[in-house]
C-alpha cells in the first residue's frame, strides 16, 4: 500500500515537473518571439512577461533594461550624425565666403603690376588663408569632441600658470585691437582637469572677446570655495551684437545678425563641450553692455 502511495507521489512531482518545464519553455518561446519581432521592426515595444516565476520577471526586466539602453545609444547616435551634417552644412557656407574672395584676389594679384599693389594682395590672401584654415580646423575639432565616445584624462594642472602663458600669447592681439587686459589670476591655483583642453577653452574665450567686443577686458582666476576655481573674462559689446546668454553656446550662434564677422560661430560650443567633459560648468551673462563668461573646474 506505502508504495502505491509512494509511486502515485513520483508520479503527481514528475507531472507537476513536466508541466512547469512545459510552462518555462513555452514562456522563453514567447520571450524569444518578442526580442525577435523588437530585433527585426523599429518599435517602442518592450517585452512583457505575465507569469509567477521570479527568474523569468527578472529576465524580463533585464531584456528590456539592454533594449531600452540600445535605443538610447541609437537616439545619441542618430543625434550626433545631425549634428556633423548641420556642421559641415553650416561650415560650407563660412568657408566659401574666404574661398570666394581668394579667388578675386589672385586675380587681382596677377592682373596688377603695382608692387605696392602686389603686396597689399598678398597680405589680403594670407589672411583669407589663416582665416579658412583656422575655419577648417575648428570644424575638424568640434566633430571630434562631439563624438559621443569621446573623453580627456584628468590629471592636477598649474591652471594659473597656464592661464597666464595663454593670456601672454594674445598681448600683440589686444594691443592691435585696442584693448588693454585687466589680469587679476590668484598664484598657485590647480584644477582637476586635462591640459590642453583648459587651453583651448582659454583660447576660444580670448578670441570671442577679440572677434565681437570692444574696449578693455576684465579676466581673472580666483579659488571658487573648497573644491573649485572660477576663471571669467568680460569686456563690452556692441548694442547690435549683443548675444543672448541663453544661446551663445549653441552651434553655429552669431550674436551679430549680419554675420560680417569671420568666425565659425562654434568656437563658445567647443568651449562648452570641453568643459563638460571635465566635470565643469560655464555659463555666460549680459549686463547692460557687458557680456561675460564664467568657468568653473574642479580643484583640491
Not at 586675380?107 to 603690376?113: A, N, Q, T, V, W
Not at 571630434?144 to 601672454?168: C, E, G, H, R
Not at 553655429?252 to 569671420?262: I, N, P, T
Request: hydrophobic residues 40%; negative net charge.
Amino acid at each position: 500500500m506505502i508504495w502505491e502511495i509512494i509511486a502515485i507521489v513520483l508520479i503527481a512531482v514528475v507531472l507537476a515537473l513536466t508541466m512547469m518545464l512545459i510552462s518555462l519553455y513555452s514562456q522563453l518561446k514567447n520571450l524569444q518571439s518578442q526580442v525577435h519581432f523588437i530585433a527585426k521592426n523599429r518599435t517602442n515595444k518592450t517585452v512583457t512577461f505575465y507569469g509567477k516565476s521570479r527568474e523569468m520577471t527578472s529576465l524580463s526586466k533585464d531584456i528590456n533594461e539592454v533594449i531600452l539602453s540600445c535605443r538610447e545609444r541609437e537616439q545619441e547616435v542618430m543625434k550626433q550624425d545631425k549634428e556633423i551634417r548641420d556642421t559641415l552644412t553650416n561650415m560650407s557656407h563660412d568657408i566659401r565666403t574666404p574661398l570666394t574672395s581668394l579667388k578675386g584676389y589672385f586675380e587681382l594679384l596677377g592682373e596688377s603690376e603695382d608692387p605696392g599693389e602686389q603686396e597689399k594682395y598678398r597680405n589680403i590672401i594670407s589672411e583669407r588663408i589663416d582665416s579658412l584654415g583656422e575655419i577648417l580646423e575648428e570644424m575638424f575639432f568640434y566633430t571630434k569632441v562631439s563624438n559621443i565616445n569621446y573623453n580627456v584624462s584628468l590629471d592636477k594642472i598649474p591652471i594659473s600658470d597656464i592661464a597666464m602663458q595663454t593670456l601672454f600669447s594674445y598681448f600683440e592681439d589686444f594691443e592691435n585691437a585696442g584693448m588693454e587686459p585687466h589680469v587679476d589670476i590668484e598664484e598657485g591655483l590647480f584644477a582637476i582637469a586635462n591640459e590642453q583642453s583648459v587651453k583651448r577653452i582659454l583660447q576660444n574665450l580670448v578670441k570671442n572677446c577679440l572677434v565681437h567686443g570692444k574696449g578693455d577686458v576684465d579676466i581673472s582666476l580666483k579659488k571658487d570655495g573648497e573644491k573649485h576655481v572660477a576663471f571669467t573674462i568680460s569686456n563690452s559689446v556692441e548694442e547690435d551684437r549683443r548675444p543672448d546668454p541663453s544661446k551663445v553656446f549653441d552651434r553655429f550662434y552669431k550674436g551679430d545678425a549680419s554675420r560680417h564677422v569671420s568666425s565659425s560661430g562654434i568656437g563658445l560650443s567647443v568651449a562648452k563641450k570641453l568643459v563638460d567633459s571635465m566635470k565643469g560648468t560655464i555659463e555666460a551673462s549680459l549686463e547692460g553692455d557687458i557680456f561675460g563668461i564664467r568657468m568653473r573646474l574642479p580643484s583640491i
